[in-house]
């Protein structure tokens, strides 16, 4: 069963930086897109980051509205890894952060999340 290892959440002060980190536990060769998410308390989950791994528009990254010019995503060439570096963070990207696989099949995996907290 494939399983996403999240690695690199913390406590920290506003406009630090932090990356995550999301490796797959074994090799599979069927992802469409990797991504990020987050759950703040009281909010839905949403969308992040996402970068689409294969096809004619593989390499194609989308970022949520908020967070674009602040977050990078991107991946390790050759391996199901993929990173989202966070710079000038704000109390409002204090969440929940779940990395996220869909494969070409349909299936999707979560991993089990890290927390980001982010103080004023």
């Known amino acids: 069963q494939v399983q996403l290892v999240e690695s690199g959440g913390g406590l920290l002060q506003a406009v630090g930086s932090l990356r995550l980190s999301c490796a797959v536990s074994t090799p599979i060769f069927s992802i469409n897109t990797m991504g990020w998410y987050r759950q703040a308390p009281g909010k839905q989950r949403e969308l992040v980051a996402s970068i689409l791994f294969s096809g004619t528009r593989g390499g194609i990254l989308n970022y949520a509205d908020s967070v674009k010019g602040r977050f990078t995503i991107s991946r390790e060439n050759g391996k199901s890894t993929v990173y989202l570096q966070m710079n000038s963070l704000e109390p409002d990207d204090t969440a929940v952060y779940y990395c996220?696989?869909?494969?070409?099949?349909?299936?999707?995996?979560w991993g089990q999340g890290t927390q980001v907290t982010v103080s004023s």
């Open positions: 996220n696989l869909k494969s070409f099949s349909g299936a999707t995996v």
